[in-house]
Antibody
């Protein structure tokens, strides 16, 4: 059974850097084709893809947010970490960790429960 | 404003068939696979349809996807109360080099 769980602060101040950790089980990020990424959803709004890291350390980012994002993996710990700099109230959202089973298409096979991050002073 | 458009809401009665549309352009739906996600109230999204019309194991065959040109559709037949959820379409956009989601459609079972 594949599970993913997000952890990190629930509140960050404007201009601060957000660091979120995804801890997963049931698959290995060293398996060919596998990826782990992040998607967010502001309250009552649409989903927005942020970033993805593949098994071979290939990294992909949403062009609109690329300058603010970093994504890294620790395969031995089954962790993926997302950092987002210069947080703003418009970044208030539920952040989901997602699993991609194959790099041949763009589906996200499994999702974490999500973590709500509020940006407020 | 998303580059792929969904109606904000849809509704149907139990047993009915409902269709939700996802409209895009040549650079996104016209050139790439479409994915559908179901988001039950208070829950994370779940993959419902991939590669236009494929169902992951465990998804009932009441759910079906299709694509024609620059539009895609999700059909739900034999509507049930537990189908009440938000439904999101997604696809890759070659011009934006970005994965794009529709705005989501809230399905109400009357």
């Amino acid at each position: 059974q594949i599970t993913l769980k997000e952890s990190g602060p629930t509140v960050v101040k404007p201009t601060q850097t957000l660091t979120l950790t995804c801890t997963f089980s049931g698959f290995s990020l060293s398996t060919s084709g596998v990826g782990v990424g992040w998607i967010r959803q502001p309250p009552g709004k649409a989903l927005e893809w942020l970033a993805l890291i593949y098994w071979d350390d290939d990294k992909r980012f949403s062009p609109s947010l690329k300058s603010r994002l970093t994504i890294t993996k620790d395969t031995s710990k089954n962790h993926v970490v997302l950092t987002m700099t210069n947080m703003d109230p418009v970044d208030t959202a539920t952040y989901y960790c997602v699993h991609r089973q194959t790099e041949k298409d763009h589906r996200f096979n499994n999702w974490g429960q999500g973590t709500l991050v509020t940006v407020s002073s | 404003q998303s580059v792929v458009t969904q109606p904000p809401s849809a509704s149907g009665t139990p047993g009915q068939k409902v269709t939700i549309s996802c409209s895009g352009s040549r650079s996104n739906i016209g050139s790439n696979f479409v994915y559908w996600y179901q988001q039950l109230p208070g829950a994370a999204p779940k993959l419902l349809i991939y590669n236009n019309d494929e169902r992951p194991s465990g998804v009932p065959d009441r759910f079906s996807g299709s694509k024609s040109g620059t539009s895609a559709s999700l059909a739900i037949s034999g509507l049930r109360s537990e189908d009440e959820a938000d439904y999101h379409c997604a696809t890759w956009d070659d011009s934006l080099t970005d994965l794009v989601f529709g705005g989501g459609t809230k399905l109400t079972v009357l």
